[in-house]
């Protein structure tokens, strides 16, 4: 079994926030596939095949706790894939690696810490950076109305890319992505450029 987790936090003042790119993909996804989206303590889940789909419950810098809470009930799983947003791209942009450290981000640093293993897979999704807010300010605003065209359209790829990881595996999505990458939907802006600056929950 598959295992994906989108990143974010609970809670209606958080819903539509950059940092909760991860529970937009997937609730998403949910509405595509007409999934019900289901609730336990430490998560919200969805099956889809052989994947099951959680959204943490725990808060971001917390999220590996609800990785172990659905591997002590499923035992094992094949593969891990995370999704969350990446404040050093530019809107528009996205990112998939097979390995790596957290980059600042303590949602994936959490589950980084918890599966005791650098090589979780991960789709990184550009939200960029605020000339005028900090970058923990910046991850909890919200997309602004300009910005969601770009937004809605990638939580489309994204969710076709899902599909082909669930059916085919990482290889496939990685050659996915490799095509996508030399055509990418344009940014609308070309990002601001920075050394990395604090982390962020």
């Not at 099951?52 to 810098?61: A, H, R, S």
């Not at 981000?105 to 789709?123: A, M, P, Y």
Request: aromatic share 8%; hydrophobic share 35%.
């Amino acid at each position: 079994m598959k295992l994906v987790i989108g990143l974010g936090n609970i809670g209606k003042e958080y819903e539509l926030t950059r940092h909760n790119i991860g529970f937009l993909c997937l609730t998403r996804f949910a509405v595509m596939h007409n999934l019900k989206i289901k609730q336990t303590r430490k998560y919200s889940y969805m099956k889809y095949e052989d994947c099951l789909l959680i959204m943490p419950k725990t808060y971001m810098n917390r999220s590996g706790e609800a990785y172990l809470s659905a591997l002590t009930k499923y035992r094992k799983f094949d593969d891990v894939l995370v999704i969350s947003d990446d404040i050093e791209l530019p809107l528009g942009k996205i990112r998939i690696r097979t390995s790596g450290g957290s980059g600042g981000h303590n949602g994936l640093k959490s589950i980084i810490e918890q599966t005791q293993d650098i090589d979780v897979r991960r789709i990184r999704f550009g939200i960029g950076r605020s000339e005028n807010a900090t970058p923990s300010e910046h991850v909890l605003d919200k997309f602004n109305k300009s910005e969601w065209e770009t937004v809605h359209n990638l939580l489309t790829i994204v969710n076709d890319w899902l599909i082909i990881y669930i059916h085919s595996g990482i290889i496939s999505l990685l050659d996915e992505y490799s095509k996508w990458n030399k055509d990418p939907i344009p940014s609308s802006e070309d990002g601001i450029n920075r050394p990395k600056e604090e982390k962020y929950d």
